[in-house]
């Protein structure tokens, strides 16, 4: 199945499942959360429940991802005993950094974060993680580039959006072409 395809189904599911539970706005990246449930499955026994799941969810496992302008780093943080195969897949398979989570405090996580993403996210954790915890997978992709048809910032003009609330001041943008 290519991966276009994988990603857009995977992703309609999901949005479909959130926007039925959540009563805020829903944010999510399908590819991110797709690589990371990847990066689960590699650590799956073979033919076990757990691997049938994730690859029904999935469709297919996501690896390496060409990503043109944009930049994806993943990494997996682990406390010892994770098996030396698992942690050799990340690297393989998903170039993930294998990085060790020595204790609950999540500054090394939120410091690999902000660097990552060039300090837009400076922090992926407020408070310290659970004492069980024993993994963390981590996926940032980092996107910034221009318009392939650039906006004439002359026609910028002051409007107003409208929120579910009220309306909010905003500078406006405008364009007219054939795209």
């Known amino acids: 199945m290519a991966l276009a395809k994988v990603l857009n189904t995977f992703g309609l599911e999901l949005f479909r499942y959130l926007s039925k539970t959540q009563s805020e706005n829903v944010l999510v990246s399908p590819l991110s959360l797709s690589v990371c449930m990847s990066m689960v499955l590699a650590g799956a026994t073979p033919d076990s429940v757990t691997e049938k799941e994730l690859m029904k969810v999935l469709g297919a496992p996501i690896r390496k991802v060409p990503l043109g302008s944009a930049e994806m780093a993943n990494s997996a943080w682990v406390k010892a005993g994770i098996k030396a195969e698992y942690i050799e897949a990340m690297k393989a398979d998903f170039s993930a950094e294998a990085l060790t989570l020595p204790s609950c405090d999540p500054a090394p996580i939120n410091k690999w974060v902000s660097s990552k993403t060039q300090g837009l996210i400076p922090e992926l954790f407020s408070g310290q993680l659970d004492p069980l915890t024993v993994l963390v997978l981590v996926n940032t992709i980092f996107f910034k580039g221009s318009w ?28 007219k072409d054939l795209f």
């Open 148 to 175: 392939a048809s650039v906006f004439n910032s002359d026609l910028t003009s002051n409007g107003f959006f409208q929120g579910f609330d009220a309306k909010l001041p905003c500078d406006m943008m405008f364009k």
